[in-house]
């Protein structure tokens, strides 16, 4: 699904009651750096998109739960026969677990994954009528939705922006550049929160995404060839 919209460069500003106690970041003292950091990755990424194939808003959600501790090609490669079985809500339901897992045996911890799949859609008929609910609150009611699931869904699905996408590619660049130091996503999305505007939300994670698997990998990140690196702490701390 591609969004292209304008982006609004100019950072919000924050107040003392912003700054977090508990860490030692002084985000109010760098936001020249991030404003230019997210428009060099705006010129670079210019096209956003979610890399699940899906085409409704409750296959986006089964899928984005099948992503937990899997890549998107083997999501991408196992959800088309199961949504050809198995596309709503009502549909899912009628399938047992151990024919469920069978099919999402290759997106790992099938047996959890296919328990909150069931659970979920049941909610969803009982409580939702079997549509997507539109808000962070509604969403992580739902068995094995978190934070992360719910902002895929709301951003990608409806354009709504309340809360920020946290996976490993975010997490670990968030602390190359000195966005925060913690490792726990929630409280990482916090330290993001404060310093990325609302409606750069959705793309940002998108385009963070995007930076870590082509220059900034885990094991092995592309300094010399990265846009970034006059503006990134992480190179001159491996030195």
Sequence with gaps: MNRKKSVDL?????????????????????????ERILSLLVSHYQTTECAL????????????????QCTDIMVNKTTPALFTIAPTPGKMVKLS???????????????????????MSRLLLDQFNGEIPRSMAELIQLPGVGRKTASVVLGVAFGISEGIVVDTHVGRISRRLGWTHWDDA????????????????????HRIIHHGRTLCN??????????????????????
Aim: glycine share 0%; net charge neutral.
């Design 10 to 34: 100019k950072l919000k500003s924050h107040s003392d009651s912003c700054k977090s106690s508990n860490t030692s970041l002084n985000i109010n003292s760098d936001l020249e750096r991030t």
């Design 53 to 68: 194939v899906f085409d409704t808003p409750y296959q986006l959600l089964v899928a984005t739960i099948l992503s937990a």
């Design 97 to 119: 677990q151990s024919k469920l897992e069978t099919i999402i045996h290759a997106t790992g911890f099938y047996s959890n994954k296919a328990r909150n799949i069931l659970a």
């Design 186 to 205: 929630t409280k990482i999305e916090q330290d993001l929160m404060k310093i990325i505007p609302q409606d750069q939300w959705i793309d940002f994670s």
């Design 218 to 239: 885990a094991r092995k990140p592309d300094c010399a060839n990265c846009f970034l690196v006059e503006l990134c702490p992480y190179p001159s701390s491996i030195q």
